[in-house]
């Protein structure tokens, strides 16, 4: 094989790897799981809903009628029941949809290993971190650490993380007068962050004046980081600014 014919063949392979932008061929090529892999729940709906669009349907949820009119190829029928999609894009969608399981698998997956690793860290099983986890509070910081990140648990909700895209957060913010705490779980694909954010003064107070004891270079932070990879959580580093 001369040396052309090879990088030309390399060619291809990329560019049938490359991620799906759109559905403008959907109706005659079978999508590949590497080119859907990177895609957020939120982007491969918008991608199903593309193949009904190329079909004319009309979507009762405003912001993707509102979306696909904005489509140059975009023409609406009077009647979606009268709609017979091609059994290519039947088989597209099913692989869209099975990928949307596969995402929604894995985030419950992240949200039952962040529960447990909440539960172990309020009750002080070390040895069950580490393990679990490879979790270790680093002596350096003290008690402080634990500390802090109880007070983390103790105040964001596993319950209601919300997605958009590839993100996920959940955040709480408190001012006592004094001071605005930041209390947050941020999730960016594999990469999720935990935060407690000493941030700033209270909006009552006016200025940092005899009539209070607040000092701007006491903010700081704690970013307790963890990556979850292959559905495991596990434990980068502890990063400390301020």
Known sequence: MNRIALLFILFNLTSNAQTLKDCSACAVKIIKTEQIKDLSIDEIRLLSNEIFARNGYQFENSRFQNYFETKSWYKSIANNKS????????????????????????QEELINQLKTLKKLV????????????????????GSENAEL???????????????????GLNSVMTDNGFVKIVYELAIEKREINLYYNYMSHSKIIEGFDEFNDYHSEDEYMYNWQFEFKNNKLKFIRLAIAG
């Open 83 to 106: 709609i017979v999609l091609k059994e290519i894009e039947k088989q597209n969608i099913k692989i869209l949809q099975d990928q949307t399981k596969l995402l929604k698998a894995e």
């Open 122 to 141: 309020l009750t002080n099983q070390t040895d069950e971190l580490k393990s679990k986890f490879g979790f270790v509070y680093e002596q350096q910081y």
């Open 149 to 167: 990140l109880k007070k983390v648990f103790n105040k964001i909700n596993l319950d209601d993380i919300n997605y958009y895209k590839s993100n």
